[in-house]
């Protein structure tokens, strides 16, 4: 009986894997109809609405030639102009915070590269130090 335990264990596993894709397999087919079916209603309903908008569009044209030189264009036009003028000084603003900012980087950056020359310079005297140190070494060495 023990050795028909462990087959039978692994048969009813493989049963329950093949439900499970069989499972997945039904809930596939049934999004997938449920994709056609939306894309087909929604093929539909862009179809009308560029109807819709292809007529929009020409009552649209007909009223804007008619109010194109009205009253309410002109303070349209006004104001965005006006709009304009306000963005044009924020972006004035934001170029002078913008050209400060890169002259304090800039100065920042010498800064630095001022430090490291100096720390340059310190290093090559060492190296110079540590050098005829080496060398008077050596000569002590030789002698000996």
């Known amino acids: 009986m023990a050795p028909s335990v462990p087959r039978t264990r ?44 292809s007529s929009l569009e020409k009552e649209h044209e007909s009223t804007r030639v008619a109010l194109e030189v009205s009253h309410t264009t002109i303070a349209g036009l006004t104001e965005i102009g006006l709009c304009m003028l306000k963005k044009i000084e924020r972006m004035k603003a934001k170029k002078q915070q913008i050209r400060e900012s890169h002259l304090e980087c800039h100065h920042k ?23 005829e140190e080496k060398a008077s070494l050596l000569q002590k060495i030789q002698g000996l």
């Open 109 to 131: 950056w010498q800064a630095r590269i001022q430090e490291a020359e100096g720390t340059l310079e310190e290093q090559h005297l060492v190296i110079e130090a540590l050098v």
């Open 10 to 53: 692994a048969a009813a596993a493989l049963r329950m894997k093949q439900i499970v894709l069989d499972n997945q397999s039904r809930t596939i087919r049934s999004l997938r109809d449920k994709l056609a079916t939306e894309r087909r209603e929604s093929t539909a309903i862009k179809e009308g609405l560029e109807k819709k908008v």
